[in-house]
Nanobody
Framework: QVQVVESGGGLVQPGGSLKLSCAVSGSIFSIYAMGWYRQAPGKQRDLVATITSVGSINYADSVKGRFTISRDNAKNMVYLQMNSLKPEDTAVYYC???????????????WGQGTQVTVSS
């Protein structure tokens, strides 16, 4: 059974910083892409940032220059450093891992339960 668990959300003032962490555990053969999506109230879930197993990174335009994604392959963890936060960054942030359980099984995405980030004065 695979578990994806986020941590690090909270309340922060505009201009502040937060770092989200995500741990992936279980009987896993290989993790390919990992990343973060977010969903604000009444809106769809949108891509924030992704990173592949070889370090190829993609950011949403709205977070470029402010957010940094990184991963630790040895620990099956992915991080999101968020700087210069704005009220419009307020959302539930979801971590995902694109992985396969065995050599023979297809890859699929596993999601965490989400962590709330609120940017407000």
């Amino acid at each position: 059974q695979v578990q994806v668990v986020e941590s690090g959300g909270g309340l922060v003032q505009p201009g502040g910083s937060l770092k989200l962490s995500c741990a992936v555990s279980g009987s896993i053969f290989s993790i390919y892409a990992m990343g973060w999506y977010r969903q604000a109230p009444g809106k769809q879930r949108d891509l924030v940032a992704t990173i592949t197993s070889v370090g190829s990174i993609n950011y949403a335009d709205s977070v470029k220059g402010r957010f940094t994604i990184s991963r630790d392959n040895a620990k099956n963890m992915v991080y999101l450093q968020m700087n210069s936060l704005k009220p419009e960054d307020t959302a539930v942030y979801y971590c995902y891992a694109d992985l396969s359980l065995t050599y023979y099984t297809s890859r699929r995405s596993y999601w965490g339960q989400g962590t709330q980030v609120t940017v407000s004065s």
